[in-house]
């Protein structure tokens, strides 16, 4: 690639790398649609299934345990059938789910579409940002890699606008709409327009040259790198990646343990702390449930659905900050203070909800903590969406050598939505046990650990081309 000042050819691959990333990024649209969806049904699925605050907490997690399997299977299947392909399933899945959350009359039947939905979500989580790192010039890929998290955030803010408004419309989630079904269930039926646009899209899209090389295809990928970086850079790529490819075996789980020493390689390790930090800090508490901890302290549903939209919109302009940082100030200075921003707001909101009191069971707090709570939340929010939100996808789709990048991203994968569960699944127990003060004090002390992790383990990536990385 060339300067913006390039030839036409290197203008024409620009616009032909970024057209392949919006298409890739729709994977990250739905990602965020199909987790925010949720936000908005909650009080629907207690009243449709008449569940418990231990059902209710498990009609909302059940997706991410599709996502942990989602994530592995899909980190290992992209590297047998390709990116391409494997993404192009996870649409499918898309609209499976979409429309079967929507029509389910009873608890298992929605936890059923809601695991499939959520291996879509897995398997687009990790391998979207995968794909975009393959296909993009060094000194660009953090930015055009952060673009997933920018789309995760569009995805979650039009899932609470949409649910905002058709809970406005018809009165309540709960009051019927359109057809005489509730509004809760069109919720989930209106991402069926994106994930039908983007299986359509990934048509027309190549297959990742990393995977092409690495299954002996290498005349594909000098077509597809020719593409994108004129026929002299491909010819160079394609045996830069030969090298970083091992000729005895294709990619393979077992490569992820280091052959000398026996040991689970560090980089893995690594890949799994990043993934499993991302979760305890709490954010999904906010994406999820949302609705639900502002209604417990006082809002009314509509002014709940309001604040969820005024974060959706909070995280879309942090998220391109942290775009226009990630290529001059690298990964981990964006991390490092991503964390400490979370621990002191996290703190903060836990200081807040300690001065509460509780009326009729209600945590009621005065004025001015209530605005605490508020700007704290906000804040904490825009801390995330500037650091862990985009770097932490950024770096598991780069920091891994070819050979283990497919098996990495599924551990990884897997790790992350697996804390992803454990702490969806427990928030409504922690809000009935020790309250919403022990539970962000919890995840602002995951916050402050976060900075030691972070400032021992992580080492940066910004410029590096994917052939270089150590594993």
Not at 1 to 14: C, I, V
Not at 226 to 243: D, H, Q, T
Not at 357 to 385: C, H, K, P, R
Request: charged letters at 10%; glycine letters at 12%.
């Amino acid at each position: 690639m060339g300067s913006a000042g390039g030839s036409t050819q290197e203008r024409t691959n620009l616009v032909l790398i970024i057209a392949i990333v919006a298409v890739a990024s729709i994977g990250g649209f739905l990602f965020g649609f199909d987790s925010g969806v949720i936000n908005g049904t909650v009080d629907g699925l207690r009243i449709a299934f008449n569940s418990d605050s231990v059902g209710t907490g498990f009609n909302v997690a059940s997706m991410l345990l599709g996502c942990a399997i989602g994530a592995f299977v899909a980190g290992r299947l992209s590297d047998i059938i390709g990116r391409k392909k494997t993404l192009m399933l996870a649409a499918v899945f898309f609209i499976i789910s979409a429309y079967g959350s929507g029509i389910a009359t009873s608890s298992i039947e929605f936890v059923i579409y809601r695991m499939i939905g959520g291996f879509a979500v897995g398997a687009a989580s990790v391998l979207a940002p995968a794909y975009i790192s393959e296909v993009t010039p060094a000194h660009l890929r953090g930015r055009l890699s952060s673009v997933q998290q920018v789309m995760i955030i569009v995805g979650l803010t039009a899932a609470f606008l949409s649910n905002y408004l058709l809970a406005e419309y018809a009165g309540s989630s709960t009051k019927p709409f359109w057809l005489g079904f509730e509004a809760w269930r069109w919720m989930f039926w209106i991402e069926l327009v994106p994930a039908a646009i983007f299986l359509v899209a990934l048509l027309f899209i190549p297959e990742s040259p990393r995977f092409l090389v690495s299954k002996g295809r290498s005349k594909e990928a000098l077509a597809v790198l020719g593409r994108l970086f004129g026929s002299e850079a491909a010819a160079r790529k394609v045996g830069e990646i030969e090298a970083t490819i091992s000729e005895d075996h294709a990619p393979r789980l077992a490569d992820l343990i280091d052959r000398n020493s026996g040991k689970i390689r560090t980089i893995v390790w690594i890949g799994i702390g990043l993934a499993t930090f991302q979760q305890l800090v709490g954010i999904n508490v906010v994406f999820y449930y949302g609705a639900v901890l502002w209604q417990a302290v006082g809002f009314s549903e509509s002014d709940a659905l309001k604040i969820n939209v005024l974060s959706g919109t909070i995280s879309i302009a942090t998220c391109l900050a942290a775009i226009a940082l990630i290529d001059r100030i690298g990964r981990k200075p964006l991390l490092l203070i991503g964390s400490v921003g979370m621990a002191v707001t996290l703190g903060a909101m836990a200081l807040a909800f300690m001065s509460g009191a509780l009326v009729d069971g209600q945590l009621v707090l005065s004025d001015g903590a209530g605005l605490t709570a508020l700007v704290a939340a906000n804040a904490y929010v825009a801390f995330f969406n500037f650091s862990w939100g985009p770097v932490m996808w950024v770096m598991l789709g780069e920091m891994f050598p070819n050979q283990i990048r497919g098996s990495g991203l599924a551990v990884s994968g897997f790790a992350q939505w697996m804390a992803n569960f454990g702490i969806t699944m427990t928030f409504p127990i922690m809000l009935a046990t020790i309250g919403l003060t022990g539970a962000y004090g919890f995840y602002a002390l995951s916050a402050a650990i976060s900075v030691v992790f972070v400032w021992i383990m992580v080492k940066e990536t910004k410029g590096m081309e994917l052939e270089d990385m150590q594993g």
